[in-house]
Protein backbone atom coordinates (compact mmCIF):
# COMPACT_ATOMS: atom_id res chain seq x y z
CA UNK A 1 0.00 0.00 0.00
CA UNK A 2 1.53 3.56 -1.14
CA UNK A 3 1.13 6.29 1.63
CA UNK A 4 3.35 8.48 -0.47
CA UNK A 5 0.67 10.87 -1.92
CA UNK A 6 -1.46 11.15 0.83
CA UNK A 7 0.29 10.47 3.79
CA UNK A 8 -2.24 7.85 5.29
CA UNK A 9 -1.82 5.36 7.64
CA UNK A 10 -1.41 1.59 5.30
CA UNK A 11 -4.98 0.10 5.51
CA UNK A 12 -5.44 -3.42 6.60
CA UNK A 13 -8.29 -5.32 5.86
CA UNK A 14 -10.22 -6.08 8.93
CA UNK A 15 -11.27 -9.34 7.16
CA UNK A 16 -7.75 -11.20 6.60
CA UNK A 17 -8.01 -14.02 9.05
CA UNK A 18 -4.90 -12.87 11.07
CA UNK A 19 -3.37 -15.16 13.26
CA UNK A 20 -4.22 -14.30 16.74
CA UNK A 21 -1.95 -14.91 19.64
CA UNK A 22 -4.08 -17.04 22.07
CA UNK A 23 -2.53 -18.29 25.32
CA UNK A 24 -3.69 -21.00 27.90
CA UNK A 25 -6.22 -20.23 30.44
CA UNK A 26 -7.78 -17.72 28.21
CA UNK A 27 -11.29 -17.46 27.92
CA UNK A 28 -12.87 -17.14 24.35
CA UNK A 29 -16.10 -17.50 22.57
CA UNK A 30 -16.63 -20.66 20.58
CA UNK A 31 -19.27 -19.88 17.33
CA UNK A 32 -20.76 -23.01 16.46
CA UNK A 33 -21.90 -22.99 12.84
CA UNK A 34 -25.93 -24.40 11.84
CA UNK A 35 -29.22 -23.55 13.39
CA UNK A 36 -29.78 -22.03 16.61
CA UNK A 37 -32.94 -25.00 16.93
CA UNK A 38 -30.28 -27.41 16.48
CA UNK A 39 -27.82 -26.50 18.72
CA UNK A 40 -25.59 -23.94 17.13
CA UNK A 41 -24.82 -20.56 18.54
CA UNK A 42 -22.10 -18.63 20.77
CA UNK A 43 -20.29 -20.57 23.22
CA UNK A 44 -17.93 -19.46 26.36
CA UNK A 45 -14.76 -21.73 26.48
CA UNK A 46 -10.90 -21.75 27.64
CA UNK A 47 -8.20 -21.99 25.63
CA UNK A 48 -6.44 -25.13 27.07
CA UNK A 49 -2.98 -25.56 24.80
CA UNK A 50 -2.06 -23.99 22.10
CA UNK A 51 -0.80 -26.64 19.73
CA UNK A 52 0.78 -24.70 16.65
CA UNK A 53 -2.16 -23.15 14.34
CA UNK A 54 -4.91 -25.04 16.78
CA UNK A 55 -6.17 -24.24 19.82
CA UNK A 56 -7.17 -26.58 22.22
CA UNK A 57 -10.69 -26.05 24.76
CA UNK A 58 -12.97 -26.71 26.91
CA UNK A 59 -15.93 -25.80 28.26
CA UNK A 60 -18.47 -26.17 31.33
CA UNK A 61 -22.06 -28.52 30.73
CA UNK A 62 -24.79 -25.96 30.64
CA UNK A 63 -28.57 -25.43 30.11
CA UNK A 64 -29.63 -22.94 27.30
CA UNK A 65 -33.56 -21.86 28.80
CA UNK A 66 -34.61 -20.73 25.25
CA UNK A 67 -33.63 -23.79 23.54
CA UNK A 68 -35.50 -27.13 23.35
CA UNK A 69 -34.08 -30.69 23.95
CA UNK A 70 -36.17 -31.24 21.11
CA UNK A 71 -36.79 -28.58 18.55
CA UNK A 72 -38.91 -30.52 16.15
CA UNK A 73 -41.37 -31.51 19.02
CA UNK A 74 -44.10 -28.41 19.80
CA UNK A 75 -44.84 -30.43 23.19
CA UNK A 76 -41.20 -30.34 24.41
CA UNK A 77 -40.71 -28.07 27.56
CA UNK A 78 -36.88 -29.79 28.25
CA UNK A 79 -34.24 -27.14 28.17
CA UNK A 80 -31.67 -27.47 26.16
CA UNK A 81 -28.18 -28.98 27.70
CA UNK A 82 -24.92 -28.46 26.50
CA UNK A 83 -22.21 -31.22 26.93
CA UNK A 84 -18.86 -29.98 28.47
CA UNK A 85 -15.83 -30.79 26.70
CA UNK A 86 -12.87 -31.44 28.76
CA UNK A 87 -9.46 -31.39 27.30
CA UNK A 88 -9.34 -35.36 26.84
CA UNK A 89 -11.90 -34.92 24.46
CA UNK A 90 -9.20 -33.08 21.60
CA UNK A 91 -11.31 -30.05 20.46
CA UNK A 92 -8.95 -28.31 18.28
CA UNK A 93 -10.36 -24.92 16.95
CA UNK A 94 -8.06 -22.73 14.45
CA UNK A 95 -6.51 -20.21 15.92
CA UNK A 96 -6.78 -18.11 12.82
CA UNK A 97 -10.59 -17.27 13.90
CA UNK A 98 -11.68 -18.91 10.89
CA UNK A 99 -13.85 -22.29 10.81
CA UNK A 100 -12.95 -25.75 11.55
CA UNK A 101 -15.18 -28.61 10.09
CA UNK A 102 -15.88 -31.63 12.07
CA UNK A 103 -14.72 -30.79 15.09
CA UNK A 104 -17.57 -31.35 17.13
CA UNK A 105 -20.33 -34.26 16.71
CA UNK A 106 -22.88 -32.58 14.39
CA UNK A 107 -27.08 -32.49 15.24
CA UNK A 108 -29.44 -35.44 13.66
CA UNK A 109 -32.73 -35.19 14.85
CA UNK A 110 -32.88 -39.37 14.18
CA UNK A 111 -29.41 -40.35 15.85
CA UNK A 112 -27.92 -37.65 17.50
CA UNK A 113 -30.01 -35.10 19.20
CA UNK A 114 -26.91 -33.78 21.49
CA UNK A 115 -24.91 -32.95 18.51
CA UNK A 116 -24.10 -29.07 17.78
CA UNK A 117 -25.47 -27.75 14.69
CA UNK A 118 -22.92 -28.52 11.79
CA UNK A 119 -20.54 -29.78 13.94
CA UNK A 120 -18.17 -26.95 12.49
CA UNK A 121 -16.92 -24.06 15.01
CA UNK A 122 -14.79 -21.07 14.60
CA UNK A 123 -13.00 -19.74 17.91
CA UNK A 124 -12.73 -15.77 19.00
CA UNK A 125 -10.72 -14.15 21.30
CA UNK A 126 -12.62 -12.33 24.17
CA UNK A 127 -12.67 -8.35 23.64
CA UNK A 128 -12.12 -7.22 27.34
CA UNK A 129 -12.88 -3.61 26.46
CA UNK A 130 -16.71 -5.11 25.15
CA UNK A 131 -18.96 -3.80 27.64
CA UNK A 132 -21.63 -6.64 28.47
CA UNK A 133 -25.37 -6.09 29.07
CA UNK A 134 -25.36 -3.03 26.84
CA UNK A 135 -29.02 -2.00 26.02
Known sequence: VSTQSTGAQPFTCCCAAASMAFTPGDEAWMVVMGDATEGAGLHEVKIEEVRGDKVLISRAS????????DPYDPRNTTPR?????????NVLLNANETEAKGVLPS?????????????????????????EGLS
Open 62 to 69: WVDEDLRE
Open 81 to 89: RFNGIKPED
Open 107 to 131: YDKDSRRDGEGLGAAIVYRKDDKFE
